[in-house]
C-alpha cells in the first residue's frame, strides 16, 4: 500500500494527545498531574481518537509543536524551592520559617480542590452525612455550576441549612481545614499541612442556587427566610442584578419601564454602559426616550450610591410584578413537567 501523501487535520487537543503518545509514561503523567479534571478526560479522549495516526501526521504534528516552542519566552517552574532556599540562606531557617509562614500562598485549598475530580452525586454522597457546615465549606470551594448539582443532589431537609451557612461563612480555622482532609481522605486520599482558609458569602451561595434548577430555589428559599431572613434577603437581592432585566423580552421589559418613575429610571440609567441604556430605552416611545436621554445629560455627575439604590427599587419592582404575574421574567432554565 502506499503512504498517505497528505497530513490529518488536526485539532488543539489532538494535536496534544499525538505527543502525549510519543513521550515516555513518566513524561507523559508529570503532565497529566498540572491538567485540570476536564482537561485529563478530553485529552484521555484524544489520544484514543489519534491512535493510528500515520508517520507523516506525527511529523506534521512535531513540526508545528517545535514551531510553538520557539515561539515561547518563558518556562513555567514552582518557585517555592528556590524561594525557601534564598531565605534560609540570607536569614537562617527561624527567621525564614517565619517569613515564609507569611508569604507562602495558602495551600489549604489543594486538598479541597480533588473535589474536582468527583461527579457531583459522588461529591453529596460524600458529604450528606457530615455536619452542614463541613458541607457548606466544601460547596462554596466547588465552581457554583458544580456546587449547585450538588446542593440539589442532597436530601431537601438540608439544603436550606447549608445555604444559610454558605453564605455565612467566614474566615476557616486550620483545624476545620484538618477535619476536611479527614473527611476528603476516606475517598480521595490525605492533604497536606494547612493555613486559614476564607470561603462562602451570600453572592456565593446565590451563585450556587442559581447554578441549581429553578425549582430547587422555588423550594429552599422560602425555608431558608425560616431560619435567617436577612440571609434569604442578602441572597435574593444576589441572586438577580441590574443586567438581568436584559433577559426579559421587549414587551415585559415595556411593561417594567411603565411602572416606573422617570426619576428613579433616569438615576438607574445613569451609571449603566450604552448598551444596556439602549435596550432600556428602545423599549419606549421615541419621545419618552429622548425625555430620559436629556434629563441624564442636564443632571451632573450622580453618587454611586444613588444609582445602585436605584437599580435596587427597579429590581424589586420586576419581582414584585413577575410574582404578582403581571410580567415574566427571564433568566435561568425552568423546569417543566
Not at 497536606?192 to 462562602?200: D, F, M, P, V
Not at 430555589?217 to 442584578?241: G, N, Q, S, W, Y
Not at 421589559?253 to 426619576?263: A, M, P
Request: charged share 30%; glycine share 6%.
Amino acid at each position: 500500500m502506499n503512504a498517505p501523501t497528505t497530513t490529518r487535520s488536526f485539532t488543539g487537543i489532538e494535536r496534544a494527545a499525538v505527543l502525549m503518545m510519543l513521550v515516555g509514561e513518566d513524561e507523559a503523567a508529570a503532565i497529566l498531574q498540572k491538567l485540570d479534571p476536564e482537561e485529563v478526560r478530553e485529552l484521555g479522549r484524544a489520544m484514543f481518537a489519534v491512535a493510528d495516526v500515520s508517520e507523516m501526521d506525527v511529523n506534521d504534528v512535531l513540526d508545528n509543536f517545535i514551531d510553538k516552542a520557539v515561539e515561547r519566552t518563558a518556562i513555567g517552574f514552582n518557585p517555592r524551592p528556590k524561594i525557601e532556599t534564598m531565605m534560609n540562606r540570607a536569614l537562617g531557617p527561624e527567621k525564614a520559617e517565619s517569613v515564609l509562614s507569611r508569604i507562602t500562598p495558602p495551600e489549604a485549598a489543594c486538598a479541597i480542590d480533588l473535589l474536582d475530580w468527583l461527579e457531583p452525586a459522588e461529591i453529596a454522597q460524600l458529604i450528606e452525612d457530615e455536619h452542614p457546615q463541613i458541607a457548606a465549606v466544601l460547596i462554596a470551594n466547588l465552581d457554583p455550576a458544580v456546587a449547585g448539582k450538588v446542593l440539589e443532589t442532597l436530601p431537601e431537609a438540608v439544603q436550606p441549612q447549608i445555604l444559610h451557612r454558605v453564605a455565612r461563612l467566614g474566615p476557616i480555622t486550620p483545624e476545620a481545614i484538618e477535619t476536611l482532609k479527614v473527611t476528603l481522605s476516606r475517598r480521595i486520599g490525605k492533604g497536606q499541612a494547612s493555613t486559614g482558609l476564607r470561603l462562602g458569602g451570600s453572592k456565593d451561595a446565590a451563585k450556587i442556587l442559581s447554578s441549581a434548577r429553578k425549582s430547587t430555589e422555588t423550594r429552599v428559599m422560602p425555608k431558608l427566610a425560616k431560619i435567617d431572613r436577612a440571609v434569604a434577603k442578602e441572597i435574593e437581592e444576589a441572586l438577580f442584578v441590574f443586567e438581568n432585566l436584559l433577559e426579559m423580552d421587549d414587551k415585559n421589559l415595556g411593561i417594567l419601564i411603565r411602572n416606573i418613575d422617570t426619576d428613579t429610571l433616569v438615576r438607574a440609567l445613569k451609571g449603566v454602559d450604552e448598551t444596556v441604556r439602549g435596550r432600556f430605552l428602545g423599549c419606549m416611545s421615541a419621545r419618552a426616550a429622548d425625555g430620559i436621554v436629556d434629563e441624564m445629560e442636564s443632571r451632573g455627575p450622580m453618587r454611586l450610591a444613588e444609582v445602585l439604590e436605584s437599580q435596587k427599587v427597579i429590581i424589586t419592582t420586576a419581582r414584585q410584578l413577575a410574582k404578582d404575574g403581571t410580567i415574566m421574567m427571564g433568566g435561568g432554565e425552568d423546569d417543566y413537567v
